[in-house]
């Protein structure tokens, strides 16, 4: 494997929203192993917590998750304007979708406070990428929900004018929240694309059917690959795996363990989870269940090449985005404590009761 040294990366990413649009539960459960069971517990966030969170080795995303009451979300647009929105990468909005179609106050503070971010990004960051998170969808009947999210999805766009958006519905719930953030951070990782050739030939080497990588502290997917194009396949099925797996994860690490691999096989097909690279996961789908031990010696000789990849990956720069530095971290360095800081007890819902 290489030992060819990876310089780090960091990108300032702004997560902000009402209060009590989900955004910490969000966060911890996808960077902190807590479950979703585990937000009823938390309390408002208050003012900007600063987190560094560790993705794919070296990585860091420097994440100022906003608190958004009213208060400091003024602060946000005066007196820290330029602390708050200079060298951004993202801004991830977070909209509460229940609360967007049945307030008529949460609709135009999020109105206000939106367009007010897209302003204040067009002035300090004009290269940041915006994604917006219409969150608790499962709060919104099967009914409301096309009009829900066309009728918010027009208004923000509206708001954001020539300012590209990309809006996800989610959930913590289900996979929704997986496939949102693993669009998120893939596209803070310009470089997975270099695995794509890479994982074709891999494909064929071995007779898979599909190969995905997951990054390995979070389970997000990364990149995956198939043998043969099928438009009928379930298109969040990675996703839903991302969410089995976290919690498998979990389980474990209440037990005081961890799992290492994984092998599901039956007279169809056999499915194979192993450990990699030192940041990534592969899921191998495979047509003959009898070849485990030759598919096995196949991705141990793979590793290699992967490995000196991964040092690729991270050298692709992300157009017109600034290298937050440590120079950056000028008032809210107190939260600057890596993943610990994922885990935080503050939060800004409590998201679990008003889904009972």
Same mark, same amino acid.
């Given at each position: 494997?290489?030992?060819?040294?990876?310089?780090?990366?960091?990108?300032?990413?702004?997560?902000?929203? $009402?209060?009590?649009?989900?955004?910490?539960?969000? $966060?911890?459960?996808?960077?902190?192993?807590?479950?979703? =069971?585990?937000?009823?517990?938390?309390?408002?966030?208050?003012?900007?917590?600063?987190?560094?969170?560790?993705f794919m080795g070296n990585l860091y995303l420097n994440l100022w998750d906003c608190g958004g009451q009213s208060?400091?979300?003024? #602060?946000?647009?005066?007196?820290?304007?330029?602390?708050?929105?200079?060298?951004?990468?993202?801004?991830?909005?977070?909209?509460?979708?229940?609360?967007?179609?049945?307030?008529?106050?949460?609709?135009?503070?999020?109105?206000?406070?939106?367009?007010?971010?897209?302003?204040?990004?067009?002035?300090?960051?004009?290269?940041?990428?915006?994604?917006?998170?219409?969150?608790?969808?499962?709060?919104?009947?099967?009914?409301? #929900?096309?009009?829900?999210?066309?009728?918010?999805?027009?208004?923000?766009?509206?708001?954001?004018?020539?300012?590209?958006?990309?809006?996800?519905?989610?959930?913590?719930?289900?996979?929704?929240?997986?496939?949102?953030?693993?669009?998120?951070?893939?596209?803070?990782?310009?470089?997975?694309?270099?695995?794509?050739?890479?994982?074709?030939?891999?494909?064929?080497?071995?007779?898979?059917?599909? =190969?995905?990588?997951?990054?390995?502290?979070?389970?997000?997917?990364?990149?995956?690959?198939?043998?043969?194009?099928?438009?009928?396949?379930? #298109?969040?099925?990675?996703?839903?795996?991302?969410?089995?797996?976290?919690?498998?994860?979990?389980?474990?690490?209440?037990?005081?363990?961890?799992? $290492?691999?994984?092998?599901?096989?039956?007279?169809?097909?056999?499915?194979?989870?192993?450990?990699?690279?030192?940041?990534?996961?592969?899921?191998?789908?495979?047509?003959?269940?009898?070849?485990?031990?030759?598919? #096995?010696?196949?991705?141990?000789?793979?590793?290699?090449?992967?490995?000196?990849?991964?040092?690729?990956?991270?050298?692709?720069?992300?157009?017109?985005?600034?290298?937050?530095?440590?120079?950056?971290?000028?008032?809210?360095?107190?939260?600057?404590?890596?993943?610990?800081?994922?885990?935080?007890?503050?939060?800004?819902?409590?998201?679990?009761?008003?889904?009972?």
């Amino acid at each position: 494997m290489s030992s060819a040294k990876i310089d780090k990366t960091k990108h300032k990413v702004l997560l902000m929203g $009402r209060s009590g649009s989900g955004k910490t539960s969000m $966060r911890t459960i996808i960077f902190a192993d807590n479950p979703n =069971v585990g937000v009823r517990k938390m309390t408002p966030t208050k003012e900007a917590e600063q987190v560094h969170l560790e993705f794919m080795g070296n990585l860091y995303l420097n994440l100022w998750d906003c608190g958004g009451q009213s208060a400091f979300m003024n #602060q946000y647009f005066s007196s820290q304007n330029e602390q708050i929105f200079r060298n951004v990468a993202v801004l991830i909005y977070v909209v509460d979708a229940k609360a967007i179609s049945t307030d008529k106050k949460s609709e135009e503070e999020d109105r206000t406070w939106f367009e007010m971010c897209i302003k204040s990004l067009k002035q300090h960051s004009p290269s940041a990428k915006t994604f917006v998170l219409l969150h608790k969808m499962d709060l919104v009947s099967n009914f409301e #929900q096309p009009n829900v999210v066309r009728g918010t999805v027009d208004m923000l766009q509206e708001l954001a004018g020539d300012h590209e958006l990309t809006c996800f519905q989610s959930s913590i719930w289900d996979e929704s929240l997986y496939q949102a953030w693993s669009r998120i951070c893939t596209y803070l990782l310009p470089g997975v694309e270099v695995y794509r050739e890479s994982l074709n030939s891999l494909i064929h080497a071995i007779g898979a059917r599909e =190969v995905v990588l997951f990054e390995s502290r979070t389970f997000l997917t990364l990149v995956r690959e198939s043998r043969e194009a099928d438009p009928a396949e379930d #298109q969040q099925r990675f996703e839903r795996v991302s969410t089995i797996l976290k919690h498998f994860k979990i389980t474990c690490l209440k037990m005081q363990t961890s799992f $290492r691999e994984m092998q599901i096989c039956n007279s169809e097909f056999s499915a194979f989870l192993w450990p990699f690279t030192t940041s990534t996961v592969a899921l191998i789908i495979h047509d003959r269940p009898d070849e485990v031990e030759m598919v #096995q010696a196949n991705l141990q000789l793979a590793r290699g090449h992967f490995a000196e990849l991964e040092a690729q990956v991270m050298k692709v720069p992300l157009p017109g985005a600034h290298n937050f530095d440590d120079d950056d971290d000028d008032e809210y360095d107190d939260g600057e404590n890596g993943e610990e800081g994922a885990e935080g007890n503050s939060s800004d819902d409590e998201y679990d009761d008003a889904r009972d």
